[in-house]
């Protein structure tokens, strides 16, 4: 016998505090997938000015002919926002891998009662694989 459960209105945000750890590691693993789905359209929107270069295009930059794709590749690496946005795009990348593995080893039946802590571990260890990655990313770019 099935039993009706009231979930409430959807919009009844003040839910979130019933959340546990799980609906926060799914929640967190489908915006991060969302986010590396939209990197890839960037990507490969930058990748296509390639194209130009490999047929000799270029551009004046300090009035020097500079192939396009390196001019495009140069313009954007020396943007401090673009640096903040490498950091951003690491931080999600790792999160998700970890997560992703995380949840594979739920799927094969190890850890399963220690799922919390393990997204806690996931989170710190890509809080400080993040944080250790600053100094890398931004070295060279001027604010």
Same mark, same amino acid.
């Given at each position: ?10 919009? #009844? ?8 750890? $799980? ?13 590396? %789905? ?6 490969? +929107? ?15 930059? #300090? $009035?020097? !002919? ?8 140069? $313009? ?16 999600? !990348?790792?999160?998700? %891998?970890?997560? $992703? ?5 739920? #799927? ?7 799922? #919390?802590?393990?997204?806690? !571990? ?6 400080? %694989?993040?944080? +250790? ?9 001027? %604010?």
């Amino acid at each position: 016998m099935s039993q009706s459960y009231n979930r409430g209105l959807i919009e #009844d945000f003040g839910r979130w505090k019933e959340f546990s750890a $799980g609906m926060w590691a799914w929640i967190f693993h489908k915006f991060t997938g969302w986010v590396l %789905i939209g990197y890839l359209f960037t990507h490969i +929107a930058v990748l296509s000015t390639s194209i130009g270069g490999a047929q000799g295009e270029t551009t004046m930059v #300090d $009035g020097e !002919a500079v192939n396009v794709y390196t001019a495009t590749l140069q $313009g954007l690496e020396g943007l401090f926002l673009v640096r903040l946005l490498e950091i951003g795009l690491l931080a999600v !990348a790792v999160f998700h %891998i970890l997560n $992703g593995l995380r949840l594979l080893m739920v #799927d094969l039946g190890v850890g399963l009662d220690s799922q #919390d802590k393990s997204f806690y !571990a996931s989170l710190v260890l890509t809080g400080a %694989i993040t944080v +250790a990655s600053v100094p890398t990313f931004l070295t060279g770019v001027s %604010i």
